[in-house]
Each structure stands twice: as C-alpha cells, then as structure tokens.
C-alpha cells in the first residue's frame, strides 16, 4: 500500500510540475500565434496589390510572376490556419489536438520557408539581373514594384520566424505528454529480479537435502 501510495503521490507531483512549466509556453504560444496573423496578412496584402506602370516598359504585376502567386497563396493559408488555432488554443480540450497541431505547424513552417525562397530569388533578379543569361535588372524602372515585393518577403521571413517557433514549443508540448518510468516500480521490480534466483537455489537445497536424507535411510535399513 505504501509503495502504490508513493508512486500515486510522485506521479501527482510530476503532473503539477509539468503543469507549472508548461504554463510560460501557453502564453508564448498564443502570442506568437497572434502575431503570425497580421505578419501573413500584411505580406498577402502588399504582394497582392503590388502592380506599376511604366510609359517605356508597360505594366507590371505580381501575378506575373509564379514566385508571388506561391506566396500570397501560402500567407493566405497560413493566417488561416493560424487564426483557427488561435481559436483551439482557448479551448479546454485543445489536448486532444496536440498532435495536429504540432503536424501543421511544421507543414507551415516549411511552406513559409518554400515561399520565402522562391519569391526572394525573384526580388534578387529584379535588382541584380543574371548576366550569364542576358538578364537585366529591372527595378530601376520598376522601383516602386521592387520595393513593396521586398517588404511583403520580408513580412514572411518573420511569419516564418513564428512558426519556426512554434513548431519547437509544439513539439515540446506533444513529446513531454510521455511520463518517465516511476523510480519506485523501476527499484520493486529490480529487487523482484534480483529475489528470483535466491528462492530457486533454497528450493533446489531442500530438494537436495530431502534427497541425502532419503539415500541415508536406504543406506542404513537397522534405522527403519
């Protein structure tokens, strides 16, 4: 009773310590999340309505570019997603969703990080060109289109920073859910283990002494 009662009372007292530092990571979870919302939207936003118009070169638009469409459609779904999990993570049963969460944090974090790259290697083409295939840069005629197209990378360079994030306090909230083995069951089944064999040899002494007195009496048959 007393070793089931110890091992109740120092799972209770790890439950409450994990409750205790898993408390901070709520509250920096939440704000990071908050946070990612206008990050995604702002870089949606200035990508989405970044156009300009040239009286030499004509008109230029981000849909013209496959790199800018990727990021205004991963931003937009990424704020989504991060205002649906807002709205799980005031829930008292978001527990349940721990795994999910931790799944699609990492999927955003990499789709954030694709997007990042695709539309900054546009940007550094637009400002410095690529001589080895007579590409010249262009945002000295389209500064304007230039500038905002860096603003809205940079927006989800630090959307990306969140999730990165929350991807590593996600994951510590799914992986510590898992006890470590009780000290106390470890040291009884030891002791258990260990006061195996001692019993066997006693057995296998008193069979054998049963046995030496056995052969005496066949050996002396005046004592019977």
Not at 64 to 87: E, H, K, M, P, Q
Request: charged share 20%; proline share 3%; aromatic share 10%.
């Amino acid at each position: 009773m007393r070793s089931g009662e110890g091992s109740t009372a120092a799972a209770a007292a790890a439950e409450e310590e994990k409750v205790k530092v898993a408390a901070p990571f709520r509250l920096a979870e939440l704000g990071l999340r908050v946070c990612a919302v206008p990050l995604a939207v702002a870089s949606v936003w200035e990508m989405a309505t970044n156009k300009q118009v040239d009286e030499t070169y004509g008109e230029v638009r981000f849909s013209d570019l496959s790199g800018f469409r990727y990021l205004v459609w991963i931003n937009a779904i990424t704020a989504a997603y991060s205002v649906a999990s807002i709205l799980l993570s005031s829930c008292r049963f978001i527990t349940r969703f721990d795994w999910l969460i931790f799944l699609l944090d990492q999927a955003s974090a990499y789709l954030l990080l694709t997007s990042a790259s695709a539309a900054a290697e546009v940007v550094y083409l637009a400002r410095e060109g690529d001589r080895e295939v007579s590409w010249g840069e262009v945002c000295s005629y389209f500064g304007r289109f230039c500038g905002a197209a860096t603003v809205s990378v940079a927006l989800n360079a630090a959307a990306l920073l969140c999730f990165m994030a929350l991807s590593l306090i996600s994951a510590f909230r799914v992986f510590t859910k898992f006890n470590p083995p009780s000290q106390s069951n470890s040291k009884q089944q030891l002791s258990q283990e260990q006061g195996k064999p001692g019993l066997k040899s006693q057995d296998f002494r008193q069979s054998d002494g049963i046995q030496e007195k056995r052969q005496l009496q066949d050996d002396d048959p005046d004592k019977t």
